[in-house]
C-alpha cells in the first residue's frame, strides 16, 4: 500500500512536521533509577503480550541482521577465532553461518560476565547510537585480534568462509571508522570496495546506510536524499530505517 | 561449533540471553535512548493530550522495562509502541476525549491556501495533522500514525496492536479514507476562503 505522503504534497509536509516535531530530552537517569527500582506500575496489566515479540533465534538473516547491527554501530570489537572451545549456548540454525566471529565478550565465553571489569562488556555505547554527528571519544580498536588460543586446531574447510567474513567485516569496520572520525570521503571510498569485492555481502546494507550518511557528510545532500528515499522503499522496516529518515531529516530533503 | 560461539557473542552483544546485569542494564538504557523521542512523538501522534506526554512517555518505559529483555533484539521498537498503544488508551480513557473537531481552520489558526509552503509552518502544520486526526477513531488513528506516519508495514501494525494482519489492513485502508475525506473538506474551504 503506497503511503499517502508519496502521493500528496500535503500530507507529506504534515507527516514530516510530525517527524520534525521537538521532543524534550529523555530524562534517562531518572528514568532508568525508576526502573531499576522495579515498581508496580498501574498500567503493568494492560503491557502487550510478549509473545510476538520474543527472540527467535532461526535464521541467518537475523543473524547477520545483528551482527551487522553491532558492526554498524561500534558493538563488536572483533576477531577471527581459531578457538574450538565449546560454545555457551547451542543456537538452533547457527550453523549456517559457516564462520566465526568473536566479539570482545567471548573472553566471558565460559566464565561468569561479572569475573570482568564491566568496560570490556561489548555492550552498545549509547553515544554512537543515533548520529554520526559527534566525533568519536577516542579510536576505536577494531582491528582484528590474534587468536586468543593459538594452539587450538584449525576447523577443516573453514579457511575460506571465514577469511571471506573477515574481509569483509575488515571493509565494512574501515568505513564505519571513517565515517565515526567524519571522514565522509574515506567512507565511500570504503564502501565502495566492499560492494565491489562482495556485491552480495552480508552487510550491504549497512553499506548503504554508511554511504548514505557520508553523502550527507560531505555534502552531497541530493543523492543522500535520493538513496535514503530508495533505500526507505525497499527496506522500510530495517532497523536503519529511522537512522535513514533522520539523514532525510538532516539534508531536508522531504 | 564455531557458529554457536558466534551466535553467543552476538546475543552477548546484544545484551539478551545472557543476562548479565550490566548488559541488561546496558540494553535498557539503549532503547530509552534510541526509542524515547520515538515513543514520545508517538504517544501524541495517538492524541495523548500535551501535558500527559511527558509522564506517559515514562509510562510505557516502565511497563516495558519489566519484559524488554525477552524481546527480539530488533524488535524493541515495536514492543515499545505496542505498549504505548495501551498507554495512549488508558491515558486518553482518563482525561476528557478529544472532542472531533470539524472547525478545521480554528484548530489550525490562520484560515489561508493550504499548501506544502504554507505548511513549512511546523506549528500550524502540527495543528492540522493534530486536528485531522482527531477526526478518527482511536482504532482507526493508532493504525493511520503506524502505517502513513511511523512507515510500519500491515504486519507490523497487526502485531502492534495486536489484531490478524486482515484487520489492520482494513483499518488501515478506513483510517486513509476518512483522513482523506477530512483533508479534502479542509481544502475545499480553505479554498472557497482565499
Redesign the interface.
Known amino acids: 500500500?503506497k503511503?499517502?505522503?508519496h502521493t500528496?504534497?500535503?500530507?507529506?509536509?504534515?507527516?514530516?512536521?510530525?517527524?520534525?516535531?521537538e521532543?524534550?530530552t529523555?530524562?534517562?537517569d531518572e528514568?532508568?533509577a525508576?526502573?531499576?527500582k522495579?515498581q508496580p506500575?498501574p498500567?503493568?496489566e494492560?503491557?502487550?503480550?510478549?509473545d510476538?515479540?520474543?527472540?527467535?533465534?532461526d535464521t541467518k538473516a537475523?543473524?547477520a541482521?545483528?551482527?551487522g547491527?553491532?558492526v554498524l554501530s561500534g558493538?563488536?570489537l572483533y576477531a577471527v577465532?581459531e578457538?574450538?572451545?565449546?560454545?555457551?549456548?547451542?543456537?538452533a540454525g547457527?550453523?549456517?553461518?559457516?564462520?566465526?566471529?568473536?566479539?570482545t565478550?567471548?573472553r566471558?565465553?565460559s566464565g561468569?560476565?561479572?569475573a570482568l571489569p564491566?568496560a570490556s562488556?561489548?555492550?552498545?555505547d549509547?553515544e554512537t547510537?543515533?548520529s554520526v554527528a559527534t566525533p568519536p571519544p577516542k579510536p576505536i580498536t577494531a582491528t582484528a585480534k590474534p587468536p586468543k588460543r593459538p594452539d587450538a586446531a584449525r576447523?577443516a574447510g573453514?579457511e575460506a568462509p571465514v577469511s571471506s567474513l573477515r574481509r569483509e567485516l575488515e571493509l565494512i569496520e574501515m568505513a564505519r571508522r571513517a565515517l565515526r572520525g567524519g571522514d565522509g570521503s574515506a567512507c565511500l571510498s570504503s564502501v565502495e570496495r566492499y560492494e565491489s569485492e562482495f556485491p552480495a555481502g552480508q552487510f550491504s546494507n549497512e553499506g548503504q546506510v554508511m554511504r548514505i550518511e557520508a553523502l550527507a557528510l560531505v555534502g552531497s545532500r541530493e543523492k543522500a536524499g535520493r538513496l535514503a528515499h530508495e533505500f526507505?522503499q525497499s527496506n522500510?522496516?530495517s532497523?536503519y530505517?529511522?537512522r535513514v529518515?533522520s539523514v532525510l531529516g538532516r539534508v531536508g530533503t522531504? | 561449533?564455531?557458529?554457536?560461539?558466534?551466535?553467543?557473542?552476538?546475543?552477548?552483544?546484544?545484551?539478551?540471553?545472557?543476562s548479565?546485569?550490566?548488559?541488561a542494564?546496558?540494553?535498557?538504557?539503549?532503547c530509552?535512548?534510541?526509542y524515547?523521542?520515538?515513543v514520545?512523538?508517538f504517544l501524541?501522534?495517538l492524541g495523548v493530550p500535551p501535558d500527559a506526554l511527558?509522564d506517559a512517555?515514562?509510562?510505557v518505559?516502565?511497563?516495558?522495562?519489566?519484559?524488554i529483555d525477552?524481546?527480539?533484539?530488533?524488535?524493541e521498537?515495536?514492543?515499545l509502541f505496542?505498549?504505548a498503544?495501551?498507554?495512549a488508551?488508558?491515558v486518553r480513557r482518563r482525561y476528557v476525549r478529544e472532542q472531533p473537531t470539524d472547525d478545521i481552520e480554528e484548530a489550525a489558526g490562520e484560515s489561508g491556501a493550504?499548501?506544502?509552503d504554507a505548511?513549512?509552518d511546523?506549528k500550524r502544520?502540527?495543528a492540522?495533522?493534530a486536528s485531522?486526526l482527531s477526526g478518527l477513531s482511536e482504532e482507526l488513528r493508532s493504525a493511520f500514525v503506524l502505517?502513513?506516519?511511523e512507515?510500519?508495514?500491515?504486519t507490523?501494525i497487526a502485531?502492534?496492536v495486536?489484531v490478524p494482519r486482515a484487520t489492520a489492513?482494513s483499518r488501515?485502508?478506513r483510517a486513509?479514507e476518512e483522513?482523506?475525506r477530512r483533508?479534502e473538506r479542509h481544502?475545499k474551504r480553505s479554498q472557497g476562503e482565499s
Open positions: 500500500m503511503r499517502l505522503e500528496d504534497d500535503v500530507v507529506s509536509a504534515l507527516v514530516s512536521s510530525y517527524r520534525s516535531a521532543v524534550p529523555p530524562p534517562i528514568l532508568l525508576k526502573i531499576e522495579g506500575h498500567l503493568d494492560s503491557a502487550p503480550s510478549i510476538k515479540f520474543r527472540s527467535v533465534f537475523w543473524i541482521g545483528a551482527l547491527a553491532a558493538t563488536v577465532s578457538d574450538r572451545s565449546p560454545p555457551v549456548a547451542e543456537v547457527a550453523h549456517t553461518v559457516a564462520t566465526e566471529i568473536v566479539a565478550a567471548d566471558v565465553s561468569s560476565a561479572s564491566s562488556l561489548p555492550s552498545q549509547v547510537l543515533p576447523a573453514s526507505l522500510p522496516k532497523p530505517a529511522d529518515r522531504p | 561449533m564455531h557458529a554457536g560461539t558466534l551466535v553467543t557473542a552476538m546475543l552477548r552483544s546484544q545484551g539478551s540471553l545472557v548479565s546485569d550490566s548488559s542494564r546496558a540494553r535498557l538504557r539503549e530509552v535512548t534510541a524515547f523521542p520515538a514520545h512523538r501524541r501522534g511527558d512517555a515514562q509510562d518505559f516502565l511497563v516495558a522495562a519489566k519484559r525477552e524481546v527480539r533484539p530488533g524488535a521498537k515495536s514492543y505496542s505498549t498503544v495501551r498507554v488508551h488508558a493550504v499548501s506544502p505548511l513549512v511546523q502544520a502540527g492540522l495533522l485531522l502505517h502513513e506516519i512507515g510500519m508495514t500491515l507490523e502485531k502492534i495486536d489492513a488501515v485502508r486513509r483522513f482523506q483533508l481544502r
